[in-house]
């Protein structure tokens, strides 16, 4: 699987081979309303951004936080690819894993984003396993979870966080729209201020819930 270029605004490492980019910003207010197509300053993108990791380095054993804000993530097997979705890639396999230390815990308001792009091969090769594409989960406890499910049968792409007491269960977003040698884009946005935790693939609504309370703190490092 491939890994290029998304934006985040504030279960276990990945298990199967990609080639993606992330992008990590804290938002404020996601309330349901119509998109449109708007013209936005490199500034404004840039507010309120926690992390951005554009994968395209090419060599060696980090993966850099474009956002300034020192959140690099180390390199765990892998191997760098010259064509992602803009510019360079990073592809995974089963056991390699990004992770980034000391990263913030989840806000009341934020939004993950990644480009994601899934082979044939790779989906053959998970026939057992899922594959986490992002996560801080702290099983049962708190955190946050993106993962893709495509064994036989399931193929999903699922995010997911824990409520507390007196829930004590996961709440879940799905999709069952994984497609293979296609780079996809996927948005997960946790409203505490709406109550709402929705689940977006290029620009459109996949699933919606309710958000009864924010995300507890989960592992202090995000994978």
Excluded at 36 to 57: G, I, M
Aim: proline content about 7%; overall charge negative.
């Amino acid at each position: 699987m491939s890994r290029s270029g998304p934006r985040f605004r504030q279960r276990a490492p990945a298990q199967a081979k990609w080639l993606l980019t992330w992008l990590l910003a804290c938002l404020g207010g996601c309330g349901s309303a119509p998109i449109e197509a708007v013209r936005v300053s490199d500034q404004s993108l840039a507010r309120e951004l926690v992390a951005h990791w554009a994968f395209d380095e090419q060599s060696g054993t980090t993966a850099s936080d474009r956002s300034g804000n020192g959140h690099d993530g180390q390199l765990t097997g892998g191997s760098w690819a010259a064509t992602g979705r803009f510019g360079g890639g990073l592809r995974m396999q089963p056991g390699d894993s990004v992770t980034i230390p000391a990263f913030p815990q989840a806000t009341a308001n934020w939004t993950v984003s990644v480009w994601i792009n899934l082979s044939a091969a790779d989906r053959a090769a998970l026939i057992t396993d899922r594959a986490v594409l992002l996560t801080a989960e702290k099983p049962a406890m708190g955190g946050w979870e993106i993962e893709f499910d495509p064994r036989p049968g399931f193929d999903w792409l699922e995010a997911s966080y824990y409520v507390a007491p007196p829930t004590n269960d996961y709440i879940i977003l799905d999709c069952k729209c994984i497609e293979v040698d296609r780079w996809t884009h996927w948005t997960a946005v946790f409203d505490s201020t709406n109550g709402r935790f929705s689940l977006y693939r290029g620009g459109l609504l996949a699933d919606s819930a309710a958000l009864p309370a924010p995300i507890l703190p989960g592992e202090p490092d995000l994978y």
